[in-house]
C-alpha cells in the first residue's frame, strides 16, 4: 500500500509522463519549447508560455474499495487492521500559449493522446519516475522530490488507471469561475485508484484450529400478549394491573428452545421447564424493578459447540408493560391542624421501593364529597438509605376529613379498593384530623 505522499506521487508520475512524451515530440513536430507544471490554473504564468498544466483539483472515495478491511477495532476497542484510504483523483490537463494558431490545440493533442496510450501506469514507470537509478545524486533533487521516493505507489495492489471524464459546458464553467482565472482548452481524467494505508501496529487473534457449521431451524419467538397472575390460585384477568410479586403470563408463538431466559428490565430470568409452552410462559417478576414502564422479551440460548455450550441465539419482539406501585396500608397522618386546614406529612408503605430520581405525586379525594381533592408533585422526597417502603410525603392546606390515598411513580399508578357490595371506592385511605 502507499503512503499519504502517493497523491502527490501521482501527479507527479504523470507530470514526467507530459515532459517525457508529449514535450519530445512537439519540440520535434513544432520547434517550440515547452513547458509542463502542475499549479492552480490562477497561479499559472500569465506570460502566456507554451505549457501544458496538470491540476488535480478534487480527491473522491473510491467506491469499490471503499469499505475494504472493515472494522478496524474490535469491540474493546482494539486496533485489529490498516483499512486503505482508497482514493480517486480528478484532474484537468489544460493547454497555455502565447505562440501561432492551433498551437494550443496541438499542446492538448498531443496531451490527450499520451494519456490515452498510457491508460495504465506501469509500475516500471512509477519506479523510474519516483525512484531515480543509482547513477542519480538524491541530495541534488529537491527536498519534495526526495520524499517522493517513499510513498509505495508502485507496490500498492492496484495499478494506477486514467479514465477521461465528460463535463458538460456549466459543470467546467463553474470550475473556472471558482479558480478565478481564464479558461483555457481543457480535458477532464479521473485516476484510480490511490490506495493509502497505515503502518499501525495491531493486534490478531490466533488462528481458528476447527470449524463447526451448524444448520439450525430458525423459530423467533414472539410476544403477542401479557397477561397478569397476582398470586397463587388467583384468576387470570386482561388488563389486570401489574405489581411486585405478580407472575406474567406470556402469550405468543414459537417459546420453546434449547433454553429459554426471560429479561424482564434487564434482568435475565430462567424459567421452570414446567412453565414453558410454545404459546405460553409463565415467569415471576424478579425483586428489585421499578415502579413504571418496564420491558420483556424471550430470548433463546443456542447450545452449540464441542463440548456443548449455550450461546445467545434469536430474540423475540420486546413488549412493554406498567409495573403499578400498590400502597400496602391506610395512610397516617403527623402534623397540625389550624382552623381546619392540616399541614404535616402522610406516611404510607409502598411496593415496590421507591428509588431516587423516580417522580412521584400523591393524589387525594375527599370520601364525603368530590369538592375536596388535592395533588402534590413531591420534588427532592428524602428517601431512607437504603430506600424503603416506608416513606412520608408531605402535605399542606388540607382540609380535614377521611381521604382515598393514590400515589404516581413515574406516570403509573396505584390501584384503589372497591367494596364488593356498593362499588364504592373504599381503600386505601388516610384520616386528616
Request: charged share 15%.
Amino acid at each position: 500500500m502507499s503512503s499519504a505522499l502517493a497523491i502527490a506521487g501521482v501527479t507527479q508520475v504523470l507530470k514526467d509522463l507530459l515532459n517525457d512524451g508529449v514535450v519530445n515530440k512537439i519540440t520535434t513536430a513544432t520547434g517550440a519549447t515547452v513547458n509542463v507544471t502542475a499549479l492552480p490554473p490562477d497561479l499559472v504564468d500569465a506570460n502566456e508560455k507554451s505549457q501544458l498544466n496538470l491540476y488535480m483539483y478534487q480527491a473522491t472515495f473510491n467506491q469499490g474499495w471503499r469499505n475494504e478491511g472493515l472494522p478496524a477495532y474490535n469491540n474493546r476497542g482494539d486496533r485489529v487492521g490498516n483499512p486503505p484510504l482508497a482514493l480517486d483523483l480528478h484532474y484537468l490537463l489544460s493547454a497555455y500559449t502565447g505562440g501561432p494558431q492551433l498551437h494550443t490545440e496541438i499542446l492538448l493533442g498531443y496531451g490527450m493522446q499520451l494519456f490515452h496510450e498510457n491508460a495504465v501506469l506501469s509500475r516500471d514507470a512509477i519506479n523510474l519516475s519516483l525512484n531515480p537509478p543509482d547513477s542519480v545524486d538524491l541530495a541534488a533533487l529537491p527536498p519534495l522530490l526526495q520524499a517522493l521516493s517513499v510513498t509505495g505507489l508502485a507496490d500498492q495492489i492496484e495499478l494506477i488507471k486514467i479514465t477521461p471524464e465528460i463535463m458538460n459546458p456549466e459543470e467546467m464553467s463553474k470550475l473556472w469561475t471558482a479558480f478565478s482565472a481564464k479558461y483555457r482548452p481543457t480535458a477532464a481524467y479521473k485516476v484510480s485508484v490511490v490506495l493509502i494505508q497505515s503502518t499501525q501496529p495491531t493486534k490478531t487473534s490466533l488462528p481458528v484450529q476447527e470449524r463447526k457449521i451448524y444448520a439450525i431451524p430458525f423459530f423467533k419467538p414472539v410476544i403477542n400478549e401479557i397477561n397478569s397472575i397476582p398470586g397463587a390460585g388467583e384468576p387470570i384477568l386482561t388488563n389486570q394491573l401489574i405489581f411486585s410479586g405478580s407472575s406474567l403470563l406470556l402469550k405468543g408463538t414459537q417459546f420453546m428452545g434449547d433454553q429459554v431466559v426471560i429479561t424482564i428490565g434487564g434482568i435475565d430470568i430462567i424459567p421452570s421447564i414446567d412453565d414453558i409452552s410454545d404459546t405460553k410462559i409463565q415467569v415471576q417478576l424478579p425483586p428489585g424493578l421499578k415502579a413504571g414502564l418496564q420491558s420483556v422479551q424471550v430470548v433463546h440460548n443456542l447450545l452449540i459447540g464441542s463440548p456443548p455450550a449455550l450461546h445467545k441465539g434469536v430474540s423475540s419482539n420486546v413488549q412493554a408493560f406498567v409495573l403499578s406501585p400498590l400502597i400496602i396500608a391506610d395512610g397516617v397522618a403527623n402534623g397540625t391542624t389550624t382552623a381546619g386546614i392540616f399541614k404535616g406529612g402522610i406516611a404510607i408503605k409502598v411496593s415496590p421501593v421507591i428509588m431516587y430520581n423516580q417522580a412521584v405525586r400523591l393524589l387525594l379525594n375527599d370520601l364525603s364529597t368530590a369538592n375536596n381533592a388535592y395533588v402534590f408533585d413531591i420534588q427532592g422526597l428524602i428517601l431512607s438509605s437504603p430506600p424503603g417502603e416506608d416513606i412520608s410525603i408531605p402535605v399542606h392546606d388540607v382540609a380535614s376529613g377521611t381521604y382515598l390515598i393514590r400515589i404516581q411513580v413515574d406516570s403509573a399508578e396505584s390501584q384503589l379498593l372497591v367494596n364488593i357490595n356498593t362499588g364504592q371506592y373504599n381503600g386505601p385511605k388516610v384520616l386528616i384530623p
